[in-house]
């Protein structure tokens, strides 16, 4: 006799089809958080997820984490999405980080399709921007959520989840939120698992249990107001391009050891 959990694998097996085509709708939409022209495609893909959490009964919250400055234009950031699906005191409770912005991609980036359609490759790949980093992953999620419903199953715990869409671009405004939320919205979390790295090969999955940090830094360099003849002011002008290699040469040495004072210490 069938158990629940085996009609779960069964929906699975037989929805792989749907799972497939929801992907593709997601990766259509261009959500690429550094293009000021496509912040409103990041903002609809934010109402996508949490529309679509509600249908399934989550509770959501849409949190809006103020303004950024975008090479100066000034744009609304996009949504954090808070949600909770379940809410049994005898569970344990899961918060599940994710993003639903992606980096820019074009075709003469050397893609070999268009990136925002998703394509299956001969070897059973589904390649498009997004689907791997990281609208796959928050995806599943969901659909694994929506399956355990039709298939009658209880979900095994409570879970809470926080999907930002500014991870490709320094997760602006997401620290505020988290700081605000810490005994409110995350109250009562057991165990965090951001849902945002990379699988063994394509069929075995694994656990990352720590991630190098990263720090942006703008740096510009003026010189001449207007071009000047090299064969007159060559060698008595510095050109702002050598001063910039100069300026880069002193952060890094050849065996890419970084060499800005107090970095290493503890």
Known sequence: MATAVDKYFELVDQHQKEFIETLREVVAI????SDASRRGEVVRMG?????RWEALGATCKRVDPGKQDLHGVELDLPPVILGQYGNDANKKTVLVYGHYDVQPALLEDGWDTDPFTLVETADG??????????KGPVLGWLLCA????QAGLEFPVN???CFEGMEESGSEGLDDI?????DKWFKGTDVVCISDNY???????CLTHGLRGVSYFHLQVEGPGADLHSGVFGG???????DLVHLLSTLVDPNGRIKVPGIYDQ
């Open 30 to 33: 261009p959500s690429v958080s």
């Open 47 to 51: 109402e996508w997820l949490q529309a």
């Open 125 to 134: 790949r589904l390649v498009g921007r997004g689907s791997t980093d990281d």
């Open 146 to 149: 929506e399956t355990h419903k």
């Open 159 to 161: 879970l809470k989840f």
């Open 178 to 182: 988290i700081v605000a939320e810490a």
């Open 199 to 205: 699988w063994l090969g394509t069929s075995k999955p």
């Open 236 to 242: 008595t002008v510095h050109e702002p391009m050598v």
